[in-house]
């Protein structure tokens, strides 16, 4: 038998796909640049060089210092498993209190001491981040509260409306059709 | 052998290297519920799955005080008396890592 017998004919759709599948292969080396603006967009919000997030909330007064604070992304919380929903901010410190600083905690609603004051701010000062949980069963009128620990002890609080914060979570929360 | 062009492992490829999401973080985790109309279990991990034995849980007044010092035990879990004044459960994993429950969020037997 030989190894050059040759093919029987098939039907139009094979011979087609014969004679040029490698030709066809070549534009799969296009299907990575469908991803591509998505990709360098992340790796820009990711880098800082879009700003501190997607949506700037602004500079915040805590006490003697301040910080900048922005959500990650302008969307609804998402849902982290078994944990809940979270929602992702990013701060940066004020040029004055960067030495001054030691913790900086988010929390929804007053924290009732600095030990449950919420989740953490890590990162460098210029740019922090923080996964804070959202209750599905947040009120609208909630208030994100941010507690400062200085190095010298100092604790200092303020609090800005979730609507301000997050419109997008507040939007979701409002259609979640407020929980008990 | 048929040489036909199949598309579905090449749809689930380019979706396997398109989609291969971080979920990197691992955030606290804790539930209580009462157990009989004295105890209250809380039981204590983290959202990658990993358990908590150790790991401190205080139950704390209204007040402040702390009414229970305790730390999960090797199953993650820790049962305690329910206290007779207002009180939640803190499960502290370190600064900015603790998880609040407080009493009306706790399940009845």
Same mark, same amino acid.
């Given at each position: 038998?030989?190894?050059?017998?040759?093919?029987?004919?098939?039907?139009?759709?094979?011979?087609?796909?014969?004679?040029?599948?490698?030709?066809?292969?070549?534009?799969?080396?296009?299907?990575?640049?469908?991803?591509?603006?998505?990709?360098?967009?992340?790796?820009?919000?990711?880098r800082g060089d879009?700003g501190l997030?997607?949506?700037?909330?602004?500079?915040? *007064? $805590?006490?003697?210092?301040? &910080? #900048?604070?922005?959500?990650? @992304?302008?969307?609804?919380?998402?849902?982290?498993?078994?944990? +809940?929903?979270?929602?992702?901010?990013?701060?940066?410190?004020?040029?004055?209190?960067?030495? *001054? $600083?030691?913790?900086?905690? &988010? #929390?929804?609603?007053?924290? @009732?001491?600095?030990?449950?004051?919420?989740?953490?701010?890590? +990162?460098?000062?210029?740019r922090?981040?923080?996964?804070?949980?959202?209750?599905?069963?947040? *009120?609208?009128?909630?208030?994100?509260?941010?507690?400062?620990?200085?190095?010298?002890?100092?604790?200092?609080?303020?609090?800005?409306?979730?609507?301000?914060?997050?419109?997008?979570?507040?939007?979701?929360?409002?259609?979640?059709?407020?929980?008990? | 052998?048929?040489?036909?062009?199949?598309?579905?492992?090449?749809?689930?490829?380019?979706?396997?290297?398109?989609?291969?999401?971080?979920?990197?973080?691992?955030?606290?985790?804790?539930?209580?519920?009462?157990?009989?109309?004295?105890?209250?279990?809380?039981?204590?991990?983290?959202?990658?799955?990993?358990?908590?034995?150790?790991?401190?849980?205080?139950?704390?007044?209204?007040?402040?005080?702390?009414?229970?010092?305790?730390?999960?035990?090797?199953?993650?879990?820790?049962?305690?008396?329910?206290?007779?004044?207002?009180?939640?459960?803190?499960?502290?994993?370190?600064?900015?890592?603790?998880?609040?429950?407080?009493?009306?969020?706790?399940?009845?037997?």
């Open positions: 038998m030989s190894l050059f017998t040759a093919e029987k004919p098939g039907s139009r759709l094979s011979r087609f796909w014969h004679k040029w599948r490698f030709h066809i292969n070549v534009l799969l080396l296009l299907v990575p640049l469908g991803f591509m603006p998505k990709y360098f967009a992340d790796a820009a919000l990711f879009t997030g997607e949506r700037e909330i602004g500079e915040v *007064q $805590v006490g003697p210092w301040s &910080l #900048r604070l922005a959500e990650l @992304r302008n969307e609804a919380p998402r849902l982290d498993g078994p944990a +809940g929903y979270m929602k992702n901010f990013n701060a940066a410190l004020c040029d004055s209190c960067r030495e *001054q $600083v030691k913790a900086t905690y &988010l #929390r929804i609603g007053k924290p @009732r001491s600095l030990r449950a004051a919420g989740v953490i701010f890590f +990162g460098t000062p210029y922090m981040g923080a996964m804070l949980p959202i209750p599905e069963k947040t *009120q609208a009128d909630a208030e994100l509260w941010i507690t400062m620990e200085g190095w010298d002890g100092a604790m200092h609080q303020a609090s800005i409306p979730l609507s301000q914060a997050s419109p997008a979570t507040l939007e979701w929360l409002n259609k979640q059709g407020g929980k008990p | 052998m048929s040489n036909a062009f199949r598309p579905l492992p090449a749809v689930l490829l380019m979706l396997c290297a398109g989609f291969s999401a971080s979920a990197l973080a691992h955030n606290p985790m804790c539930e209580c519920k009462a157990i009989d109309a004295e105890q209250i279990q809380c039981t204590g991990g983290f959202s990658d799955g990993s358990g908590a034995p150790g790991v401190t849980l205080d139950v704390i007044g209204y007040d402040e005080t702390i009414l229970v010092p305790g730390k999960l035990g090797a199953d993650s879990k820790l049962t305690f008396k329910k206290p007779n004044a207002e009180f939640y459960v803190l499960f502290d994993a370190g600064p900015g890592h603790v998880v609040e429950i407080d009493q009306a969020d706790i399940q009845a037997p």
